[in-house]
């Protein structure tokens, strides 16, 4: 052996004997967040704030949270200074869909683009692109997701998050229990499947069931001219099925007569606001009765609205924490051949609707709130203009628009997404047992809904992100 590397050998040796006992004998990392503002979503008034907070962090848990001068750090705790930061609980996104990317050629049943770009390579993009999705959420401060809805596919997802080392965690439900058709999407494993008798939706409950679906979901869209009566019993049946299960059913129905139908057979999770009128006594009876989770979904057809008139502009949160790739297609109207533009698309770019939130849907969360029924703050994200990741900020500050302070804001975004995971019990607030997933940030989000873009560090199961780092770590 040569000289220098019997010397290196030696020195490797050495190192080795050095350091294994010391190994050995090591405990589980710690992380100790040192003098930080916590804010406790669960909580009203002064003691939704405890300054000058130190939380300890011990294998992929919260160990202590307390009073900096009376919660000792231990000696081998990697220590953040949380002096000038605030810590919050992870955020949840309780509505998103990782079938779709958020960009133009996601949803050819809405906007047929597939003679310039083929639905095929889009969804195959979407699946290839999955590692850098999971990224931009986490870069985002979000350390949950539900997706409520996509193909058979999505159980490979929530596979593939729960193997990642930079992933939240993800919940999902299989396909769409449909009343309606969209074969445009159907490549061999349909996001959305018609279902047309009750025996009907029951075999494909049952068919999700055997995949062990955090959530069953329909797809309750009534037309004129439908009969609302078979429909709330195809739901009925859904729900009984998914129930018997232990299973919770989320349901689309965005009027108020389809929504109150929806809560009549069970729904357990309205995964948009009732847009067409004022929510009622009875529908509020009927969300009590169930105990039922409202997720208001604000933006979400602003965005198609934004990206389809090619009016869509990133946000300072999207520059920074979107995926390149798909902030890069935002604008594909620029250079698409017009006669490849889609008829409703090219009458959207000329003439760009204003964009602002519904009033119906602001005044319904502000009843729904002070009703006392849960909210889970959910973006829709993956649809057209709605891009997974930042598009969380969108969502919050339209929140704040309804009137919701905050605090209450982030309440939906912490607690009421725990609720939607359902993991009330290990997620959603900083308290000593549970699950360490949190953000500390740089502003104060109480002063303003938009701080809470300010990221400095993010941490999932005591993991520790630097949102930066994350997005420099996903390619182009
Ligand atoms: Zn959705």
Same mark, same amino acid.
């Given at each position: ?20 006992? *010391? ?10 967040? *040192? ?19 130190? #939380? ?8 202590? *949270? ?10 081998? +705790? ?20 990782? @079938?779709?990317?958020? /960009? ?21 993009? /979407?699946?290839?692109?999955? +590692? &850098? ?5 986490? +870069? ?11 193909? @058979? ?47 009907? %939706? ?5 068919? !999700?069931? %055997? ?17 609302? %009566? %078979? ?9 009984? !099925? ?15 007569? =389809? ?9 357990? @999770?309205? *995964?948009?606001?009732? !847009? $067409? ?22 933006? #979400? ?18 520059? !920074? ?33 204003? #964009? ?7 005044? /319904?969360?502000?009843? #729904? ?39 209450? =804001? ?7 997404? &725990? ?22 940030? $740089?502003? $104060?989000?109480?002063? $303003?809904?938009? /701080? ?11 993991? =520790? @992100? ?11």
């Amino acid at each position: 052996m040569p000289m220098g590397i019997q010397r290196r050998a030696a020195a490797c040796l050495a190192i080795l004997a050095c350091f294994l006992p *010391v190994c050995r004998a090591a405990q589980p990392p710690i992380t100790a967040i *040192v003098g930080a503002t916590i804010v406790r979503p669960d909580r009203d008034g002064a003691d939704a704030i405890a300054a000058n907070t130190t #939380v300890i962090l011990e294998g992929g848990r919260i160990r202590a *949270v307390g009073p900096a001068g009376a919660t000792p750090v231990p000696a081998h +705790a990697k220590v953040i200074d949380g002096k000038g930061k605030w810590v919050i609980p992870g955020l949840i996104d309780s509505h998103v869909h990782f @079938f779709q990317s958020g /960009n133009l050629y996601t949803r050819p049943d809405v906007a047929d683009f597939n003679r310039w770009m083929p639905y095929g390579k889009e969804v195959a993009r /979407n699946k290839a692109r999955l +590692a &850098a999705t999971f990224k931009v959420w986490l +870069a985002s401060g979000v350390t949950s997701v539900v997706d409520v809805g996509g193909p @058979f596919w999505n159980f490979e997802v929530r596979d593939a998050a729960a193997k990642s080392a930079a992933a939240p965690r993800v919940h999902v439900a299989g396909p769409l229990i449909s009343m309606i058709d969209r074969v445009k999407l159907d490549l061999g494993d349909p996001p959305i499947i018609r279902i047309s008798s009750p025996d009907e %939706a029951r075999a494909l409950v049952r068919r !999700e069931l %055997a995949r062990k679906p955090d959530l069953i979901k329909v797809w309750y869209i009534h037309q004129p001219g439908d009969d609302l %009566a %078979a429909q709330e019993a195809i739901v009925r049946a859904t729900a009984d !099925e998914a129930h018997k299960a232990g299973v919770r059913l989320a349901v689309h129905a965005t009027e108020l007569l =389809v929504a109150k139908s929806a809560l009549r057979a069970g729904a357990d @999770f309205l *995964v948009h606001s009732v !847009e $067409d009128e004022p929510v009622d006594a009875e529908f509020l009876a009927l969300a009590k009765r169930n105990k039922a989770l409202y997720c208001p979904t604000l933006f #979400v057809t602003a965005g198609y609205r934004l990206a389809l008139s090619n009016t869509w502009k990133p946000t300072q949160a999207e520059r !920074e924490r979107a995926d390149p790739q798909i902030l890069a297609a935002m604008h594909d109207l620029d250079r698409i051949p017009k006669e490849m533009i889609p008829e409703r698309v090219a009458r959207l770019m000329a003439k760009p609707p204003a #964009v602002k939130p519904s009033e119906v849907s602001l005044k /319904n969360l502000r009843t #729904v709130w002070d009703a006392g029924i849960p909210v889970a703050m959910g973006t829709d994200a993956g649809n057209i203009g709605t891009l997974h990741g930042p598009s969380i900020f969108r969502e919050m500050e339209w929140m704040t628009q309804a009137g919701l302070t905050p605090l209450q =804001v982030l309440r939906s975004a912490t607690v009421g997404g &725990a609720q939607a995971m359902g993991m009330s019990r290990e997620i959603g607030t900083v308290e000593a047992g549970k699950l360490a997933d949190l953000v500390i940030l $740089d502003a $104060d989000p109480l002063a $303003d809904v938009a /701080n809470v873009s300010r990221i400095h560090r993010v941490i999932k199961a005591g993991r =520790v @992100f630097v949102p930066e780092t994350l997005m420099r770590s996903i390619t182009p």
